[in-house]
């Protein structure tokens, strides 16, 4: 039967999983990019140079997301859910969403396609913050629920 344990350890594992992917496809960026550069005209007038600029920079907010996405999991795993901690960790989490939005709508000055990417990551950057507002919210109702008792 599922529940509520084994939904946090596919959740960690998936977290797991895109670190490795990342890691890989970082690796691999030189090769996937002249690959993509054989298939599309536009992306080999553009240069390999600048795709691999957006890559390895948006590896970094990647990065910060994921971490944070694992200390969240792993805090929520501790039964510490509506703590000031996780707050922060949503905040964060949404502030590499958008950098990574900003990194690729810059990039679609040289390859379009990354807008569509940017302004999904701008998207997921919002509901992060609803969460992260909803987490405070539950905060701020739990403190005062504790002070009334």
């Not at 977290?15 to 690959?35: H, I, S």
Request: proline share 2%; glycine share 4%.
């Amino acid at each position: 039967m599922w529940n509520d344990s084994k939904s946090l350890v596919l959740s960690k594992v998936c977290v797991v999983l895109f670190m490795v992917l990342m890691v890989v496809c970082a690796v691999l960026a030189p090769r996937l990019v002249a690959r993509l550069m054989v298939m599309s005209s536009i992306a080999d007038s553009a240069g390999m140079v600048l795709f691999l600029c957006t890559i390895y920079s948006g590896c970094i907010p990647a990065a910060g997301l994921l971490v944070s996405l694992h200390l969240l999991l792993r805090r929520i795993s501790n039964g510490d859910v509506f703590v000031r901690e996780n707050t922060a960790c949503l905040r964060y989490m949404s502030w590499c969403c958008y950098a990574g939005a900003l990194i690729c709508l810059i990039s679609a000055i040289y390859y379009l396609p990354w807008a569509t990417i940017g302004i999904a990551a701008a998207f997921m950057g919002l509901v992060m913050r609803v969460i992260k507002n909803v987490f405070a919210k539950a905060i701020s109702l739990q403190d005062d629920a504790e002070l009334t008792i």
